[in-house]
């Protein structure tokens, strides 16, 4: 199994540019999550989803929209990127129910906006 | 809402020296706690959880008791070795029933250098 997978692993953009990272798991977790992890301040949460077709706003949504059309993947996209969100991407999956569940995190994206 | 608070580091030690990382939360409900290492240029894994009050989690020689009375969950190991160095978050998680999604609250997190 490959766990969880993101696509790309580095990328730089200009402010205004779109782009779209996409995190795939292999583990069949009903949920999934989007991070970004800045200096300082930890892992924050930007969106999550508890099921196919469902997607709900976390910690710091704006500027960000996802979408699960497939339970495997969870796709975070950029509209028109901004310099505030250059960072590094996390996603991660779980099993549902129970707040014991461990989180699997992807390797990370690096993106940079300029 | 809920929070983690952790040492700030960067914590230096030698090798075999003790490890202590502090963590202490803020909670409505009854959370579940997590420990979790990042290696330099990876994502996070889960080094050791915490389910209810006075449970102890544990791997890797690292251990951390969930202690309700002082909102605590500290990370500890007797002797650390170089190949320890890597960040350390503690967090914390409220999901499951109340619908919340199995979210995670994470510390800024811990950076720890090991030198010989």
């Known amino acids: 199994n490959a766990g969880v997978t993101q696509t790309p692993k580095f990328r730089v953009l200009k402010t205004g540019q779109s782009m779209t990272l996409l995190c795939a798991q292999d583990?069949?977790?009903?949920?999934m999550y989007w991070y970004r992890q800045d200096p300082g301040m930890g892992l924050r949460l930007i969106h999550y989803?508890?099921?196919?077709?469902?997607?709900a706003k976390g910690e710091v949504p704006d500027g960000y929209n996802v979408s699960r059309l497939k339970k495997q993947n969870f796709l975070l996209g950029l509209e028109s990127a901004a310099p505030s969100q250059t960072s590094v991407y996390f996603c991660?999956?779980?099993?549902?129910?129970?707040?014991?569940?461990?989180?699997?995190f992807g390797p990370g994206t690096r993106l940079t906006v300029l | 809402g809920n929070s983690v608070t952790q040492m700030e580091g960067p914590v230096t030690l030698s090798e075999e020296a003790f490890l202590t990382i502090n963590c202490t939360y803020t909670a409505t409900g009854y959370p579940s706690l997590f420990w979790y290492v990042q290696y330099p240029g990876e994502g996070l894994q889960l080094l050791l959880k915490a389910t209810k009050a006075d449970d102890k989690g544990s791997n890797k020689g690292f251990e951390a008791t969930y202690r309700k009375e002082t909102t605590s969950f500290h990370l500890e190991k007797g002797s650390v070795q170089v190949s320890d160095s890597a960040v350390y978050f503690c967090?914390?998680?409220?999901?499951?029933?109340?619908?919340?999604?199995?979210?995670?609250?994470f510390g800024t997190g811990t950076q720890l250098k090991v030198e010989l």
């Open positions: 989803s508890v099921g196919e077709g469902t997607t």
């Open positions: 991660a999956s779980s099993y549902e129910l129970a707040g014991g569940n461990e989180q699997f």
């Open positions: 583990m069949n977790h009903e949920y």
């Open positions: 967090a914390l998680s409220e999901g499951g029933l109340t619908g919340g999604g199995n979210k995670l609250t």
